[in-house]
């Protein structure tokens, strides 16, 4: 599965670009508004063709590059929840959408992967945009499917459910199948940090490491305009104290040799995790860099496509178009 191109757009922190590279794809453009996200492609990958630009403005004739790719990839910015969809603060997003398709018109790649919310799959206050989409998509040839999948059944620590919209030419359509899961058991968060837990000599880190047994919920990035690095509502909270972890913030080291574990002590007896250690449960490789200060670096993470998910849907859709295209309707 080698000779693909994707162009991604809204690549964040490079999640999904991450996975489709590890799939046998080769970017050819990559874009995003956000300084640190750029920074943060760029410091990866400085062979990267990394473009810094908000979508709604983008104009693929000023860049050649993007045209004549097999797929367009798109991460794109959490669309609100059925109770706010309709409200104003959910306009960008939902535009974001928008012009994503109308970017298909002009690059027409043989295959498109949008990844939000799960909800955008079926929730009925949704539908308008999904009939929008299947509007644009249909008449330029392409299939629509779409499907959930929870990142915890590609080897990702956490409890982290997306919604993927994959569109294929009419040609390599009905050889596209939903990725399936990858791991016979789910990846808890005590094995997934065990490593890095031990790394400056903490003596609890394997007793802490056995208990905390069960994936991470759903990680939260959070807005540029409200709060900081933050874990989430009051119920995702509580699971995190389930595993002995302090949830007020996040903690700016590792605990070192003199870190007395103990949770009947309260906060002060709660392990702090580490935004370097939330990229570890997003499904990053250690070795990534995120650039930018506290709060923007897991803004980035938590907005993240987790690169296992991205490296699965990039071998759905290369198993697809490297296959033989449909033989065409007899006349």
């Known amino acids: 599965m080698s000779g693909l191109t994707f162009v991604d757009v809204c690549s964040g922190a490079g999640g999904l670009a991450l996975g489709l590279e590890r799939a046998g794809f080769e970017p050819r453009l990559l874009l995003d508004e956000d300084d640190d996200a750029c920074r943060t492609l760029r410091a990866n990958r400085p ?3 990394v473009l810094q630009a908000d979508l709604l403005d983008f104009d693929p004739s000023e860049y050649p590059q993007s045209y004549d790719v097999d797929l367009l990839a798109a991460g794109l910015p959490r ?3 059925s109770a706010t969809v309709t409200r104003r603060s959910s306009d960008t997003e939902l535009r974001l959408i928008e012009a ?7 690059v027409q790649p043989r295959a498109l992967i949008i990844e939000n919310v799960p909800t955008l799959v079926d929730e009925e206050s949704f539908a308008p945009i999904r009939d929008f989409l299947r509007k644009e998509l249909e008449h330029l040839g392409y299939e629509l499917t779409w499907f959930v999948l929870n990142a915890s059944a590609f080897g990702v620590p ?3 459910v997306l919604g993927i919209l994959a569109a294929v030419k ?3 359509a009905s050889a596209f199948r939903p990725p399936r899961s990858t791991v016979h058991e789910h990846v808890s968060v005590g094995e997934a940090l065990a490593p890095s837990m031990r790394s400056r000599g903490w003596p609890d880190a394997d007793r802490w490491a056995a208990q905390a047994t069960s994936v991470a919920p759903t990680l939260v990035g959070g807005s540029k305009t409200h709060g900081g690095a933050d874990f989430g509502p009051s119920g995702t909270k509580t699971k995190w104290r389930r595993m002995g972890v302090y949830t007020k913030s996040f903690g700016n080291e590792l605990p070192g040799r003199d870190f007395e574990w ?3 002590l309260g906060d002060d007896g709660l392990v702090r995790i580490t935004v370097d250690q939330t990229a570890i449960l997003q499904g990053f490789p250690e070795s990534w860099e995120i650039a930018g200060l506290k709060t923007a670096r897991y803004r980035q993470i938590g907005h993240a496509t987790p690169p296992p998910v991205g490296e699965a849907l990039g071998r759905a ?3 697809a178009l490297n296959g033989d295209p449909a033989a065409p309707a007899a006349g």
């Open 47 to 49: 062979h990267w063709n």
């Open 79 to 81: 669309v609100k929840s």
């Open 100 to 106: 994503t398709a109308y970017l298909i018109h002009a």
């Open 158 to 160: 956490q409890d982290r």
């Open 170 to 172: 009419q040609e390599w």
């Open 262 to 264: 103990d949770p009947s």
């Open 317 to 319: 859709v290369a198993e």
